[in-house]
């Protein structure tokens, strides 16, 4: 006995041609852009081509004339070495950013699975990035003085010979303020990755247990590879944030002692000493920089893309 198919008993129905879009209808999807395009547009391109214009002249941010000089700002902050010293300020920032992202990486992989109080924890470690900078510039104020917090603690531990001027001594300043900010956003660093922890399909680690790897090889194979965006943000945020420090060392020591960093010269630059222009392209020189690295980091880090 052979099976055959039945005649469709289904009623066919003609395909209606898709009637093209009226203009109106093309035109709803820009209307609801259009209110944040004008927000980017005037609180972002505009405030930025100005800056690039103002770069290319002398202006003192009061007078209307603004004399063009072309290049002679970006000149001077290669050949005066008061303005491109203080890039390498912003190193010890750049290495506390370093050390920063391991902490964070290794607490958001033990918090990412069974541990008591790992609740708490996560708050603890997160509660920082919730206070404000200039609270916590005061409090770190009292922190580093001269017998304050940290020398007692080092004098109970038997460490007090370890005692020191941290913020009076330039050769420790700038690495005190370096780690109050790791202090400050390592907690941010860690939800990022405990997020991309917990997104990871649980069953690889279950696999991975049947196989008896080690939490070394777990995390070598598993949640390394898993969390490459997140290590790519991360970096750009840390390498940025190094670059473009200023609340910190600004609210602590106003840049004293050889903390100075590049943003804040720029500021110093142009409303102490009246030279909006210079200011400028300190601040697109700053801007060129970020974008740089961030587009050296898409290279180098690329996302891996699965195709079925």
């Known amino acids: 006995m052979t099976l055959t198919r039945p005649p469709s008993t ?38 930025v081509a100005n800056m690039f214009w103002y770069s290319l002249t002398s202006w003192d941010g009061i007078d209307q ?39 964070a990486l290794y607490f958001a992989t033990l ?33 580093f003085q001269p017998g304050g917090s940290l020398d007692l603690t080092l004098q109970f531990l038997g460490l007090g010979d370890l005692a020191r001027p941290w913020l009076g001594d330039p050769a420790t300043a700038n690495s005190s303020l370096a780690a109050v900010s790791v202090w400050r956003y390592l907690g941010l660093n860690v939800v990022l990755y405990i997020g991309a922890i917990q997104s990871i399909n649980p069953d ?3 696999a991975a247990d049947l196989d008896g790897a080690s939490p070394w090889q777990k995390f070598r194979y598993i949640i ?26 600004f609210i602590m020591l106003g840049g004293a002692n050889g903390t100075e960093t590049f943003v804040i010269k720029t500021v110093k630059m142009a409303f102490a000493n009246g030279k909006v222009g210079l200011a400028s392209a300190m601040a697109v020189v700053l801007l060129i920089i970020v974008v740089v690295v961030t587009l050296i980091q898409r290279r180098l880090i690329k996302d891996d893309v699965d195709v079925a």
Do not use: C, D, H
Request: glycine share 6%; charged share 10%; net charge positive.
């Open 111 to 143: 918090l990412s699975f069974n541990l008591k109080f790992r609740n708490f924890f996560k708050g603890v470690i997160f509660f920082p990035y919730l206070i404000n900078g200039v609270a916590i510039g005061f409090v770190f104020l009292f922190f």
């Open 204 to 206: 690889l680690f279950e």
């Open 10 to 47: 289904a009623v066919s129905t003609s395909v209606r041609p898709s009637r093209p879009k009226s203009m109106a209808a093309k035109l709803i999807p820009w209307l609801y852009l259009l209110v944040p395009l004008a927000l980017l547009l005037v609180f972002t391109y505009l405030p």
């Open 65 to 103: 004339e603004k004399k063009f000089v072309g290049l002679n700002n970006y000149i001077a902050i290669v050949t005066r070495p008061e303005l491109f010293s203080v890039f390498f300020v912003g190193l010890y920032y750049l290495a506390g950013a370093a050390v920063q992202l391991v902490l």
């Open 224 to 249: 390394a590879p898993s969390i490459k965006r997140i290590t790519g943000l991360t970096a750009i945020l840390a390498i940025s944030g190094s670059l473009s420090v200023f609340e910190i060392p």
